[in-house]
């Protein structure tokens, strides 16, 4: 079991919206965000984090996946939202591989139930997220991704 804990900080991001379909198509509403965001270059300032991240929104029943938008980004005319940011909890796995993502999905939250310090932090849209860590040179020259899931945690109040 190897998890880090991080901190992201709070931040304006462009959304997809909900997407109860899960539709990736070039049609689809997850789709065309994906199209939105990978046309953005950011500058060398923005490449050192993550920017993207997916979710599932339990409230909505649907998918949505946000950017992070600095000042000089366009939004695409997509909805802007202010992420909370806070504390995560995270892991990596081969994009795809879904058994090995439940199992170590699974040892995560029991180690964060085992805790004495942690415990989960979801609410409204403050939900485990996903994000390719990836960069498409690699994905292309080796055929695959690496995923790293994040799961909201928080400090037990003491």
Do not use: C
């Amino acid at each position: 079991m190897e998890f880090r804990i991080i901190s992201l900080p709070p931040f304006r991001a462009s959304t997809s919206g909900v997407d109860k379909n899960f539709d990736f198509s070039s049609t689809g509403v997850l789709g065309k965000f994906d199209l939105y965001f990978s046309a953005i270059e950011p500058s060398d300032r923005d490449r050192f984090m993550p920017r993207d991240f997916l979710y599932y929104d339990e409230e909505q029943q649907g998918m949505i996946w946000i950017w992070a938008l600095s000042e000089d980004m366009d939004d695409g005319g997509n909805e802007v939202i202010d992420f909370d940011g806070g504390y995560y909890l995270t892991y990596a796995y081969k994009d795809g591989d879904e058994d090995s993502n439940g199992k170590l999905y699974t040892e995560a939250l029991k180690y964060i139930e085992n805790s004495e310090v942690m415990e989960l932090d979801i609410r409204p849209n403050h939900y485990a997220m996903g994000h390719i860590i990836t960069p498409a040179e690699i994905i292309k020259a080796q055929g695959w991704a690496q995923m790293e899931t994040f799961i909201p945690i928080r400090l037990k109040n003491k």
